[in-house]
């Protein structure tokens, strides 16, 4: 078993930015891919990001240029840089990882933007 645990999320004004993190522990050995997804109230869990252990990324295109994937696989942590946030990006943010064909997720964490 994966535990995952995000941070970071938050109130922040249109045009601002949030670090949210989100650390992987006990069964770490094997994961491969990790990454962010989003529920905004009435709407679909959707992707935003996603890394791989080798450090490859993919983006939603609604998110290029303005929030950045990262991961320090020492610290079993995944980041996500968000900047220049919209009022659309309202949502709950959940951490994934997949590891040996299983996929574990996060709690969530808020992420309110106002306009």
């Known amino acids: 078993q994966v535990q995952l645990v995000e941070s970071g999320g938050g109130l922040v004004q249109a045009g601002g930015s949030l670090r949210l993190s989100c650390a992987a522990s006990g069964s770490i050995f094997g994961i491969n891919a990790m990454g962010w997804y989003r529920q905004a109230p009435g709407k679909q869990r959707e992707l935003v990001a996603t890394?791989?252990?080798?450090?490859?990324?993919d983006y939603v295109d609604s998110v290029k240029g303005r929030i950045t994937i990262s991961r320090d696989n020492a610290k079993n942590t995944v980041y996500l840089q968000m900047n220049a946030l919209k009022a659309e990006d309202t949502a709950v943010y959940y951490c994934r990882c997949t590891r040996r064909g299983y996929n574990y997720w996060g709690q969530g964490t808020q992420v309110t933007v106002s306009s």
């Open positions: 890394i791989t252990s080798g450090g490859s990324t």
